[in-house]
């Protein structure tokens, strides 16, 4: 199911995928954080990144974002 989120006068729906030579992750559905009143944050992200990267993730492999400030945020970072 898909849950509208409020984003200004639209709604919007954010998803994490990973894509990598010869694979790729389901659709990860972000979850707002209850902690704010609307939108993602970088805890938001963190639960994304739980439920779609770490299953898939094996050491050595080259993980790389951009410079959102979810992607950035220091407790993303640690």
Known sequence: MVEAVPKGRDISQM???GVWLGGRTGLIQMEVDPAITSG???QSYIWALEKGLLPVYQLGLVFQQDNALIH???ITRS
């Open 15 to 17: 998803f994490w995928a």
């Open 40 to 42: 993602y944050n970088a």
């Open 72 to 74: 950035t945020a220091r």
